[in-house]
């Protein structure tokens, strides 16, 4: 199983950008991928999450801006990340969740990509 995100780089605040997950080993419309960030000296954040079923979530933080999306023939899980404020600049990883459901804390995972750096900044 092997997950690995890429899409990341520089913008400015209100620009836009969709970031990739190619999966690998699995089918991802069988399992939830999840959407998470980190930025230095923060706590990971659960950002988006998108069940099986094709049931999406988001944290409060994103919503109404990012969107995640699931392309079966390409075994790829995308988030498209809009409006972008300095505060969304982190470390972005996809993985293979164990339950996508409204609390974003109880997302757990077990395998994760190694991430692409997003930077909002003018």
């Known amino acids: 199983v092997q997950l690995q995100a890429s899409g990341g780089g520089l913008v400015r605040p209100g620009g836009s950008l969709r970031l990739s997950c190619a999966a690998s080993?699995?089918?991802?419309?069988?399992?939830?991928i999840g959407w998470f960030r980190q930025a230095p000296g923060k706590e990971r954040e659960g950002v988006s999450c998108?069940?099986?079923?094709?049931?999406?979530f988001y944290a409060d933080s994103v919503k109404g801006r990012f969107t995640v999306s699931r392309d079966s023939a390409e075994n790829k899980v995308y988030l498209q990340l809009n409006s972008l404020k300095p505060e969304d600049t982190a470390n972005y990883y996809c993985?293979?969740?164990?339950?996508?459901?409204?609390?974003?804390?109880?997302?757990?995972?077990?395998?994760r990509g190694q991430g692409t750096l997003v930077t909002v900044s003018s």
């Open positions: 080993g699995f089918n991802v419309d069988y399992y939830g």
């Open positions: 998108i069940a099986s079923s094709g049931e999406t």
């Open positions: 993985a293979r969740v164990l339950i996508c459901g409204s609390d974003n804390k109880n997302w757990s995972h077990r395998f």
